[in-house]
């Protein structure tokens, strides 16, 4: 079965920085589109930012721009988000995923949380 | 950025009986390539999101198919044909045609 394991979610201070990373078991990782989504507590999913097959390609959403950096190691079938100015608004679960918006591929990992917090 | 709008936000359902939800795009969700990528996910409480439809209508793997999706343009419709227990939790559309992709703000099923 084809696992997506992140990992990193921290409790951090504003203005803090942290390193999300997520390893994905599956075969197929440098032929994907990767994705980092987040859902803060109790609330919806927001779509963070995506990164094509070869890296070539980075796009984010407007509220994480110029904070966050997504990136991949298809060596090491691995997907990172470096966030840096951490907000209290950042404070969510933080989801790996297979695919952007538009692949036929759609898996997503566990989660891992990420608290922002004095 | 696009808007879907879902309704209902929260739907009691009668195991073994049928069950609709609604999505609603603020914008046209064709693309350029003549795709529509509208999608729907499922999430069980204290799980992740789980997509089972993809561009309107195709199941993602494993996904039963008493889920079907339909639509196109700007409105669209997930339905379950006859609701069964794993299937309560929070039902999303998104969309992947316009940048920032974007959810719905979520459909809650439970059991009556």
């Known amino acids: 079965e084809v696992q997506l394991v992140e990992s990193g979610g921290d409790l951090v201070q504003p203005g803090g920085s942290l390193r999300l990373s997520c390893a994905d078991s599956?075969?197929?990782?440098?032929?994907?589109?990767m994705a980092w989504v987040r859902q803060p507590p109790g609330k919806g999913l927001e779509w963070v930012a995506e990164?094509?097959?070869?890296?070539?390609?980075?796009s984010y959403v407007d509220s994480v721009k110029g904070r966050f950096t997504i990136s991949r190691d298809n060596a090491k079938n691995s997907l990172y988000l470096q966030m840096n100015s951490l907000r209290v608004e950042d404070t969510a679960v933080y989801y790996c995923?297979?695919?952007?918006?538009?692949?036929?591929?759609?898996?997503w990992g566990q989660g891992t949380p990420v608290t922002v917090s004095s | 950025d696009v808007v879907l709008t879902q309704s209902p936000l929260s739907l009691p359902v009668t195991l073994g009986q049928p069950a609709s939800i609604s999505c609603r795009s603020s914008q046209n969700l064709v693309y350029s390539d003549g795709n529509t990528y509208l999608s729907w996910f499922h999430q069980r409480p204290g799980q992740s999101p789980r997509r089972l439809i993809y561009?309107?209508?195709n199941w993602d793997s494993g996904v039963p198919d008493r889920f079907s999706g339909s639509g196109s343009g700007t409105d669209f419709t997930l339905k379950i044909s006859r609701v069964e227990a794993e299937d309560v939790g929070v039902y999303f559309c998104?969309?992947?045609?316009?940048?920032?992709?974007?959810f719905g703000q979520g459909t809650k099923v439970e059991i009556k």
């Open positions: 990164i094509k097959e070869d890296g070539s390609v980075r």
């Open positions: 599956g075969f197929t990782f440098s032929r994907d589109w």
């Open positions: 561009k309107v209508s």
């Open positions: 998104m969309q992947g045609t316009h940048w920032p992709w974007t």
């Open positions: 995923a297979r695919g952007g918006g538009r692949s036929d591929d759609g898996d």
